[in-house]
């Protein structure tokens, strides 16, 4: 084998190992510790207060926002703008400008990706199950969309001991006064 197809080899598992721990970091199994989420089938894409056509979601969502919230993408961690925000505010949604989350309520769980205690509203977030990646997971979809926004686990800190790992992306940060 020459040093071309060797170089080659060790970069395709280079990536393949980094994309394992990416999904890992913000993978892992939740026990159902439900609080006060409303937990709705995988069938989630029903009757929401603001449903928009794809079509539509692009042209009010910037192309990574679109990737993330319509598509259920997943963004690259430590390269987004919010992991490392320790800024004062209100973390809004990309698609609607509704509360989410609060940096009071932030903390660094050391994945990558902006992570959260609790939402503001507990019901401004729904809990889905979730068996993408041969993994059973709770994601979180805005209440008023059904659009993605993370996964939501109970690996957190005090007080609620939970995790809501949440997407850049899908989000819009609104500096306190």
Known sequence: MNNV????????ILIAVFSISALAACS?????????????????KGNFPVTKSDEQWKKILSPISYEIMV?????????????????????????????????EDKFDSGTGWPSFTKPTDDKSVIWVKD???????????????GLHLGHVFNDGPGPTGLRYCINSAA???IPAK
Request: net charge positive; glycine share 6%.
């Open 5 to 12: 197809n060797k170089n080659m080899r060790k970069a395709l």
């Open 131 to 145: 068996n993408s990646y041969g993994m059973t997971r709770d994601e979180v979809i805005e209440a008023k969309t």
């Open 71 to 103: 598509k259920e993408g997943t963004e690259p961690p430590y390269k987004n703008p919010y992991y490392n925000n320790h800024e004062k505010g209100i973390y809004v949604s990309a698609a609607t400008g509704e509360k989410l989350f609060s940096s």
């Open 171 to 173: 989000l819009k940060f």
């Open 28 to 44: 892992q199994t939740s026990n159902n510790n439900k609080k006060n989420q409303a937990l709705i089938s995988s069938a989630k």
